[in-house]
T-cell receptor, first 113, second 114 residues
Framework: NAGVMQNPRHLVRRRGQEARLRCSPV?????VYWYRQLPEEGLKFMVY????????ESGMPKERFSAEFPKEGPSILRIQQVVRGDSAAYFC???????????FGDGTRLSIL | GENVEQHPSTLSVQEGDSAVIKCTYSDSASNYFPWYKQELGKRPQLIID?????GEKKDQRIAVTLNKTAKHFSLHITETQPEDSAVYFCAASKASGNTGKLIFGQGTTLQVKP
């Protein structure tokens, strides 16, 4: 039973480009969370989604960032017009319910040149 | 707002000794408290969790205690081994709302010296 799968593991973008991060949850999990981790810091919540719905986006910047979790396919975190400050590790977690343990993927390390 | 404070930020112990990491949370409605271990460059791994209806939970060398009145919970690792060296994060959430988002502490870097 595969765990949470994220790709790519590493992503390099130039300022102004778009970054697209993918997350496939554990099979059977319909709840997906995205977190951002800056170097030597804790994880910061960004957004919580269930299939086809954004439930809580209180941690996501209002501009340039968007997330989706379509009926078919992985969850996508999209960052438009990236800036140097977007450089971080982005982790996805999934759970079978909102009050159930969250299991994390290996993360995508985004570097902005 | 919601906040979780974690101490200490670094902890160095001798192999075989015990390690204790402490966290306090601000939101009294929080009712779920997981602990994650993260090795360098790897994913956070859930090692133990506790819900607000119990005061203590143990799994082999790892235990977690919760004091709801003080809004305080702790991770205890006994008989530490070098492979316990990692960054440990506490977190809190309130699943009774419409979100199960985790609020994380700042992390504790544990070094176990052989």
């Amino acid at each position: 039973n595969a765990g949470v799968m994220q790709n790519p593991r590493h992503l390099v973008r130039r300022r102004g480009q778009e970054a697209r991060l993918r997350c496939s949850p554990v099979k059977g999990h319909s709840h997906v969370y995205w977190y951002r981790q800056l170097p030597e810091e804790g994880l910061k919540f960004m957004v919580y989604l269930q299939k086809e719905n954004i439930i809580d986006e209180s941690g996501m910047p209002k501009e340039r960032f968007s997330a989706e979790f379509p009926k078919e396919g992985p969850s996508i975190l999209r960052i438009q017009q990236v800036v140097r400050g977007d450089s971080a590790a982005y982790f996805c977690a999934s759970s079978p319910g909102k009050d159930q343990p969250q299991h994390f993927g290996d993360g995508t390390r985004l570097s902005i040149l | 707002g919601e906040n979780v404070e974690q101490h200490p930020s670094t902890l160095s112990v001798q192999e075989g000794d015990s390690a204790v990491i402490k966290c306090t949370y601000s939101d009294s409605a929080s009712n779920y408290f997981p602990w994650y271990k993260q090795e360098l460059g790897k994913r956070p791994q859930l090692i133990i969790d506790i819900r607000s209806n119990v005061g203590e939970k143990k799994d082999q060398r790892i235990a977690v205690t919760l004091n709801k009145t003080a809004k305080h919970f702790s991770l205890h690792i006994t008989e530490t081994q070098p492979e316990d060296s990692a960054v440990y994060f506490c977190a809190a959430s309130k699943a009774s709302g419409n979100t199960g988002k985790l609020i994380f502490g700042q992390g504790t870097t544990l070094q176990v010296k052989p």
